[in-house]
């Protein structure tokens, strides 16, 4: 069953919280759903550079809370906050109810599951061998306190003239079936000029997180 579900949807409710809180009605939950996907789509657009952890989203009468986990705030906020006045107004444009916005900041850059695959991803671009680059993040990320990795590319990895196949590399303990273990995942996707690799990240948090 651990391959088979999300592994943060498979925690739901234990150690793991929902990104989207609110209730709709029948009718509206379809055009909710489209809004929270084109806030945090819009968002990663304009301030992705500044490493997104993630976007969490709750919903009142007439109010929409963001609240964006980064690695970067300063570069959210701006000088003098004027990057975050000027994201709050979009995202009301957007959404067309008034936005609370808030900003929050992390530190641990390779314990977060998102940021690791976006590096693995970057990297594959730069055409760096994959091989190398899986087991050095797999090695950096054990460095950061993690109790276990997995990370995985899948695709034409040996370029247009190869067979798609799988490279990963598993370090410490990554439980796929413990509700128990706190497993941060991630995947993203790395277009190259010779094709298109998958890169998929677990990551098995220390309890202190």
Known sequence: MGQKVHPKGFRLDLNRDWKSVW????KE??????????IRAFIREKVGHAGIKS??????IGDV????????????????GSGHEML???????????VELSVESFKDKDLSAVLVAEEVA????????????IKSTASRVMAAGAKGVRVQVAGVIGGPSSIARREHVT???VPMQ????????????????????????WIHLPDKD
Do not use: C, H, M, W
């Open 55 to 60: 976007v969490n989203i709750k919903r009142s």
């Open 171 to 173: 370090q410490g303990s």
């Open 122 to 133: 970057s990297q594959i671009k730069r055409r760096l061998p994959v091989r190398r680059i």
């Open 178 to 201: 413990t509700l128990r273990a706190k497993i941060d995942y991630a995947k993203r996707t790395a277009f190259t000029g010779y094709g298109t690799l998958g890169v998929k990240v």
């Open 23 to 26: 209730y709709a009605p029948k």
């Open 88 to 98: 709050k107004e979009e995202l009301e444009r957007l959404t067309g109810a008034k």
């Open 29 to 38: 939950y379809g055009d909710r759903v489209l809004e929270d996907i084109k």
């Open 65 to 80: 809370k963001v609240t964006v986990i980064v690695l970067r705030p300063g570069v959210v906020i701006g000088r003098g």
